[in-house]
Nanobody
């Protein structure tokens, strides 16, 4: 079964940092673009960031540009999301998924283009 396992979430104060991990299970990441997504209560799931299969190209939603950094370590079969300058509005369940088209097109809002969703990890930003 192809799926991801997300980890690294938790409670953090505004301005703090977290690093989320997305570990692949049942397949290798090498050929896939991987996206991070988030969903807050009552809101749609939206894309946060996406990294190409080579790692050369990274993409970010406007709301997180300059604060979040996506990276990948194919040897560990894991993708990371480094989050800094966290704000209360970053509070959400964070998910990762692989692009079914092998690129990052549509990562912000076309979630049907992504699959093998994990169970998510909760990030809460609060003082």
């Amino acid at each position: 079964q192809l799926q991801f396992v997300e980890s690294g979430g938790g409670l953090v104060q505004p301005g703090g940092s977290l690093r989320l991990s997305c570990a692949a299970s049942g397949f290798t990441l090498d050929y896939f673009a991987i996206g991070w997504f988030r969903q807050s209560p009552g809101k749609e799931r939206r894309g946060v960031s996406c990294i190409s299969s080579s790692g050369d190209n990274t993409n970010y939603a406007d709301s997180v540009k300059g604060r979040f950094t996506i990276s990948r370590d194919d040897a560990r079969n894991t993708v990371y999301l480094h989050m800094s300058g966290l704000k209360p509005e970053d509070t959400a369940v964070y998910y990762c998924a692989r692009s079914l088209n092998y690129d990052c097109s549509g990562f912000v809002s076309l979630l049907d283009l992504f699959g093998s969703w994990g169970q998510g990890t909760q990030v809460t930003v609060s003082s």
